[in-house]
């Protein structure tokens, strides 16, 4: 899109007043032009789908909580099919998981309700160019996300070796198996275990066993 064209926009979010408004205010910025609006997710790709009669939106401005399908959801599958254009999520909502979710989804900005109308248009324009726009709240926000998702992943700071151990220790493995198996000595294995033991702060194999089924680790190794 070059600077003499008009950054098309589609407003999807299941308040009709909210979306009045957006379109009312985005209609006075001269680069701007609304070219499509739904008030669902599924509404949303339906109209995709059939095509915009003016033309592909540049940007989705979307809200997160829709009762059909969520801002996340449908991020997703607008991804899969239209991978160049871009999403903005505008919520009322700053929970970790759901910033977290909406990036992985694909959305190049996570932007609050509670933003000024300028802020709203640079994260508009930011994203019309892929440039994420975020406030410091929700870079935060962001960032904890990440965190909580990369402990609950269930690698616990392993290695790849470590993985291979714990997962034959999950089938039951001896060290003596698990050694025949991996091509590495008792010892070696006897080492790995420990380093299991202490990584998953547990006491005994059995544990990590138990563990590892719990968590789902068994089948994803």
């Known amino acids: 899109m070059s600077s003499q064209e008009m950054l098309k ?25 609304v070219v499509a609006e739904a ?17 592909m939106p540049d940007v989705l401005l979307m809200d997160l909580m829709m009762p059909d399908m969520d801002g996340i959801e449908t991020t997703r599958r607008v991804m899969a099919k239209y991978p160049d254009v871009k999403i903005v999520m505008l919520t009322s909502f ?16 996570y932007v609050l309700k509670t933003v000024s109308a300028e802020e709203l248009i640079y994260a508009l ?30 690698d616990e700071g392993l290695t790849e070796r470590e993985k291979e151990v714990l997962l034959l220790i999950a089938e ?36 990590l066993a138990v563990l590892a089924h719990r968590k789902g680790w068994a089948r994803s190794i």
């Open 172 to 207: 039951g493995r001896s060290n003596k198996e698990i050694g025949e198996e991996l091509h590495i000595s008792i010892k070696t294995v006897k080492t790995h275990v420990s380093n299991l033991l202490m990584k998953c702060e547990l006491e005994d194999r059995t544990q």
């Open 39 to 55: 008030g669902s997710g599924q509404a949303a790709l339906d109209k995709l789908e059939a095509g915009i009669p003016k033309g």
């Open 125 to 154: 324009n930011g994203a019309s160019k892929g440039m994420p726009v975020m406030t410091a709240d929700v870079s935060q926000a962001l960032t904890r996300g990440l965190r909580q998702r990369t402990a609950q992943s269930g």
């Open 94 to 109: 700053l929970e970790d998981d759901k910033v977290y979710a909406a990036i992985e989804a694909g959305a190049v900005s």
């Open 9 to 33: 926009i589609m407003i999807i979010d299941d308040h009709d007043m909210v979306r009045t408004g957006l379109r009312t205010y985005l209609m006075l910025e001269p680069k701007f032009e």
